[in-house]
């Protein structure tokens, strides 16, 4: 079936510093990838999104490309605030199975990023 | 504005009690979700529905049920049978449920044992 795979957390940066966050993923097809964030006590919000090869998402100075050579969907911000701090979730729909268009969640990456 | 509301933000239940958390949404879409969150879990799938009067089993459906009575509704039933029900629960609805469109979430309910 359907997996992603992201980096484990969590994730400690100073104020303006560049982030990266892994995120790999196994499907069939031609899934669409996400990113999501989620905030202390909230749910989750739609950062960015790519639906094919080649896209690249971007978001409130956060992007990621979809690379189907190497199965990734990478977040990157190149300066984070301290309002970044938040559990970011990588998730793909559309891979393969029935019920393929129901989402498949990484397991998260918090990030806390400091004055 | 529309969204998604889940009601109440937290829940308490005792021993043997089967509690209901509720969601609903105003944003006239066909398909609506429920996921059990868990620390460093990731979120689960519980059930979900694609149309009113229909919903199916999701990876962890033992020890829930849902109904799909209305458009906007999508109650989570959190049986007796559930041993281990703490988590995070989060309530999602999309446009469809046949297409690769976002999931718009709800802020979710907290779930404790007393």
């Known amino acids: 079936g359907d997996s992603v795979t992201q980096m484990e957390g969590p994730v400690t940066l100073s104020e303006e510093a560049f982030l990266t966050i892994n995120c790999t993923y196994t499907?069939?097809?031609?899934?669409?990838l996400f990113w999501y964030v989620q905030y202390p006590g909230e749910g989750l919000q739609l950062l960015l999104k790519?639906?094919?090869?080649?896209d690249k998402g971007s978001n409130k100075g956060f992007e990621a490309t979809y690379r189907k050579e190497t199965t990734s969907f990478h977040l990157e911000k190149g300066s984070v605030q301290v309002s970044d701090s938040a559990v970011y979730f990588c998730a793909l729909s559309g891979g393969s199975g029935a019920g393929s268009y129901q989402l498949t969640f990484g397991k998260g990456t918090k990030l806390s990023v400091i004055p | 504005d529309g969204g998604i509301t889940q009601s109440p933000k937290y829940l308490f239940r005792k021993e043997g009690q089967n509690v209901t958390l509720s969601c609903e949404q105003n944003l006239n879409h066909d398909a609506m979700y429920w996921y059990r969150q868990d620390p460093g879990q990731g979120l689960r799938l519980i059930y979900y529905s694609q149309i009113v009067n229909d919903f199916q089993k999701g990876d962890i459906a033992e020890g829930y049920s849902v109904s799909r009575e209305k458009k906007e509704s999508f109650p989570l039933t959190v049986t007796s049978a559930q041993k281990n029900p703490t988590a995070f629960y989060l309530c999602?609805?999309?446009?469809?449920?046949?297409?690769?469109?976002?999931?718009?979430f709800g802020d979710g309910t907290r779930l404790s044992i007393l």
């Open positions: 499907a069939t097809g031609y899934p669409s």
């Open positions: 790519a639906t094919k090869a080649d």
């Open positions: 999602a609805s999309s446009p469809d449920g046949y297409s690769n469109q976002p999931q718009h």
